[in-house]
C-alpha cells in the first residue's frame, strides 16, 4: 500500500500575513480635537438659538406697560410721540363691550386693528383693542371704559414680522448646530479610519519567507502511485 505525502511538493508556501501593528491615536489626522470643536460650535448655536427665542418672548412680554394700567372707568396720563404707533390693550373676563377716548389729541387716529392680537402676562390676559397714531407729540390722558369689570394699559403694537423673524432665526440654529456638529464628526471619523489604514499599511512589517517558487511542479510527485 503506497503511503500518500500530504505535501508532496514540501511545506505549503507562505501562510497567514501578520497582524498589522497597532497606530496610536495620538498619530491619527484629524486630531480628535475636532471632536471638541463639533461639540463647542453646536453648542454656541444652539445657544444663539436659545437667545434669538428668549429675547423675542421677552421683548413681546415687556410692549404691554402693566405697572401703569388703570381700571374701566379711570384715566391716565402717557407720553405719545408722533410717528409711533402705540396699543390699547384690555383685560377681562368676557367680550365686553369696550370704548377709549383721547380728549386733548386733536390730530391723530384711534382705529381698531384688522387682527387679533392676546397676550398671557401671569393670570391675566390682554387683548389689543385700539391703536393709536398720534399727530403730535406730548402728554394725552387716556380714558377707557367697559361693559365688564376691566383693567386697560398701553403699549407698543405687535410686531409680528420681526417676531417670526426672530423665532425663525432661532430654528435655524437649532438646525444649523445639528448639522455642523454632526457634519465635523462624520468626516472626521471617516478621515481618521483611513489614515489609520494608511499608516498600518506603510508600517506593517515584510512577509517572513522568500518569493514564491518558480517553474513546474514536478508532476506526478513521487509516491502518488502505488
Known amino acids: 500500500m503506497a503511503i500518500q505525502n500530504p505535501h508532496p511538493w514540501g511545506p505549503p508556501y507562505g501562510g497567514p500575513p501578520p497582524p498589522p501593528p497597532p497606530v496610536p491615536a495620538k498619530d491619527l489626522r484629524p486630531r480628535r480635537i475636532w471632536y471638541l470643536v463639533a461639540a463647542l460650535l453646536g453648542l454656541v448655536l444652539a445657544g444663539v438659538g436659545v437667545a434669538f427665542i428668549v429675547v423675542t418672548v421677552k421683548n413681546t ?3 404691554i406697560d402693566t405697572a401703569r ?12 410721540v408722533q410717528g409711533q404707533t402705540k396699543a390699547i390693550y384690555v383685560s377681562q373676563s368676557g367680550q365686553g363691550q369696550v370704548d377709549c377716548r383721547i380728549p386733548e389729541m386733536s390730530a391723530g387716529s384711534m382705529n381698531r386693528p384688522d387682527s387679533d392680537f392676546r397676550i398671557t402676562l401671569g393670570s391675566r390676559t390682554w387683548d389689543r383693542v385700539f391703536e393709536v397714531k398720534p ?8 380714558t377707557c371704559t367697559s361693559q365688564l369689570p376691566a383693567e386697560f394699559a398701553l403699549g407698543d403694537g405687535p410686531k409680528v414680522g420681526a417676531t417670526v423673524g426672530s423665532i425663525v432665526a432661532g430654528i435655524g440654529c437649532f438646525l444649523a448646530a445639528l448639522a455642523v456638529s454632526v457634519a465635523i464628526v462624520v468626516v ?5 479610519s483611513r489614515h489609520r489604514r494608511r499608516l498600518a499599511a506603510a508600517c506593517a512589517p515584510a512577509p517572513p519567507w522568500g518569493p514564491p517558487p518558480s517553474g513546474p511542479a514536478p ?8
Open 135 to 142: 399727530g403730535s407729540s406730548g402728554d394725552y390722558t387716556l
Open 219 to 226: 508532476w506526478p510527485p513521487p509516491g502518488s502511485r502505488p
Open 188 to 192: 472626521t471619523a471617516v478621515r481618521r
Open 61 to 63: 412680554l415687556d410692549s
Open 69 to 80: 394700567s388703570f381700571s374701566s372707568g379711570d384715566s391716565r396720563t402717557f407720553r405719545f
